[in-house]
């Protein structure tokens, strides 16, 4: 490979937004470049609900979503963590499929429209200068006229970038560890549950394959009350939600140990950086009660490239794209995020959690309102 190889758009990051932006702009005739720093298929800390907004984007993609005969998932539980809980309908709704799969199905969709995408390439340095980046890599030098970013929560390669948040200590409860099962269990189909235990919260829904898919954010400090033995952790905290006793005590699991992930911050972030265009979780706050990180990543990724300019090479278009993206990001998102912010502070609070839940219960209309507050429209 040329070092010298000049790309329209660089993608670093290869998750649902970076996979699906590099599908797009390669279907739309653009040369591009996809670095990811694992091999696929690969498992990631995440649930596994994917919203119904999306499913006609990965569709167009070129994905066959109905071939693959997903759960669609149309009723949410939650409860408190005494165990009062609710039951909702979900107007939109979604589908449960393992990122382990879907990720493998688009990297190969992505070579498949003629996307150079690389796999085990960390991405060590960006730099930009005279219109265009220079890209440091396990894999080789590359040279673009636009990078985005779309690596995820953390990435040492915000600090080579000075990002303003990494400056930022944060302590005990600021820090959040995410802890990942893929598990059998006697649990509907058409059902997602969000249970919520002290300074945490936990969801359950089925995925592809006869599978469910058990995931929980909490705080550093509770990991480390327990000699950061997640097992005594879970057995001391989660177990007092018996909906979550029940789950944890009788489902097989299928995993020899979970998948964690610790250092998760929502801290706001700046959406540009040098230059360089942030989407999803490396777009900053993106917590999980703000509906569907991964349908946000997939919209920002129809954004962009919707936007992206006929030119790339035309160094006067740069701040106006710059502008158009940040102005459709905000209007897509902004209440998205403000009202999970909200409930980020509200859930996995003892006392609050059960007061909103008790308060909720005889108003499923609020309940709706505000569902549909953390969720957009089909794209």
Known sequence: MQANEMYDAAIIGGGLGGLTLSIKLAQAGKKVLLLEKESYPFHKVCGEYISMESWEYITSCGISLEDLQLPIISKLGISAPNGLYLEQALDLGGFGIARFSLDKLLFDQALKVGVNAIENAKVTQV???????????????????????????????????????????????????????HIKVNFPDNLIELHNFKNGYCGISKIDKETYC??????????????????????????????????????????????????????????????????????????????????????????????????????????????????????????????????????????????????????????????????????
């Open 127 to 181: 730099q930009f200068e005279n219109n265009q980046f220079h890209i440091q890599s396990t894999k080789g030098s590359f040279n673009c006229f636009y990078a985005f970013g779309a690596y995820g929560k953390k990435s040492n390669l915000d600090i080579q970038l000075k990002r303003q948040f990494t400056h930022e200590k944060k302590q005990g409860k600021q820090n959040y560890i995410g802890v990942k099962y």
């Open 214 to 379: 058990l995931c929980y954010l909490t705080t550093q400090e509770n990991l480390s009350k327990y000699g950061n033995q997640i097992k005594t952790m879970e057995e001391a905290v989660l177990y007092k939600n018996p909906h979550l006793k029940r789950i944890f005590t009788e489902a097989e699991m299928l995993y020899q140990k979970p998948l964690v992930i610790s250092q998760i911050r929502f801290e706001p972030k700046q959406l540009i950086e040098q230059h360089m265009i942030m989407l999803g979780d490396a777009a900053g706050l993106i917590a999980p009660l703000c509906g569907n990180g991964m349908s946000m990543a997939m919209r920002a990724a129809d954004i962009i490239s919707k936007l992206f300019p006929a030119d790339p090479s035309n160094s006067g278009e740069r701040v106006k794209f710059e502008n158009a993206y940040s102005a459709a990001w905000n209007r897509n998102f902004s209440v998205r995020l403000r009202v999970g912010r909200i409930f980020q502070h509200l859930f996995g609070s003892t006392f609050t959690t059960w007061l909103v839940i008790l308060l909720l219960k005889p108003f499923p209309s609020l309940l709706q309102k505000i569902i549909r507050a953390t969720h957009g429209e089909r794209f």
